[in-house]
């Protein structure tokens, strides 16, 4: 059995990392840089930057963040956030990113999941999912940042993406996003369910027994949070450690 990842999530705003609630309420989390150097000391298996704001301001996603992480990473990272086509793509993997993250563009042209696949390869090609209950046990696709309803239903997006090329899946759920309640277990558990790609946990991470439960009752291959990170609540090797008690395979 593979190894379950731990990642941290790191939200660019203004070149800054930030962290919010339900997307919004954001506050200074510090350098984006710096903290991926940190955390790759500190041994996190990958690294996450999201652009929030570049797909609704239509910016791009700087390359200049990919280059200036790979000078300091050496563990494997993905940027995400205004990435809307092969160009965008190829340069951000040319300045040292390992994967992209798609979101918006993908809801907008599900052909770029292929052809980005078939150029690069589909384990460069992480489709992002940000999900939000209809409260009728369903759930909804929101793009632009988790501003706009996609009037996509996650599962069956979730299918289509892997059907795609798609390499893996980073699903955020909205409800829980910043609240440090645990991650969304049912919407999580869903997806596990239908894809047999890897699925990456995000929103709602709290405490180390959050990290737990979302591995042992989803199945999920990664959990990313932020908050507990960030602001020094847990450290990497303390979680690590704490899912190793747990019986959950990690690299230690």
Request: hydrophobic share 40%.
């Amino acid at each position: 059995m593979l190894a379950k990842r731990i990642i941290p999530c790191l939200d660019v705003e203004g070149g800054r990392v930030v962290k919010g609630i339900h997307f919004v309420n954001l506050r200074d989390a510090g350098d984006p840089v710096e903290l991926a150097a940190f955390y790759d000391r500190e041994g996190a298996d990958e690294l996450v930057f999201l652009d929030i704001t570049a797909s609704h301001e239509a910016r791009d996603t700087k390359v200049e963040l990919a280059a200036r992480t790979g000078e300091k990473v050496f563990i494997p990272y993905t940027i995400g956030g205004g990435i809307g086509s092969l160009d965008d793509i190829r340069n951000i993997l040319k300045a040292g990113a390992d994967k992209v993250s798609i979101n918006t563009a993908a809801a907008r042209d599900p052909s770029l999941i292929t052809r980005a696949a078939e150029r690069f390869g589909s384990q460069c090609v992480v489709v992002a999912i940000d999900g939000k209950s209809r409260g009728d046990g369903t759930w909804e696709v929101y793009t632009h940042g988790g501003r706009n309803p996609a009037g996509i239903d996650v599962l069956e997006w979730a299918s289509r993406v892997e059907s795609l090329g798609a390499g893996e899946i980073m699903l955020t759920s909205m409800d829980r996003d910043g609240t440090k309640l645990g991650y969304d277990i049912p919407l999580t558990k869903a997806v596990c369910d239908i894809v047999s790609i890897p699925v990456i946990a995000s929103g709602g991470a709290g405490n180390l027994d959050h990290l737990a439960e979302a591995i042992e009752l989803t199945g999920c291959d990664a959990v990313l949070a932020a908050s507990i990170f960030h602001y020094k609540e847990h450290a990497i090797a303390e979680a690590k450690e704490f899912l190793d008690s747990r019986g959950i395979e990690v690299r230690l």
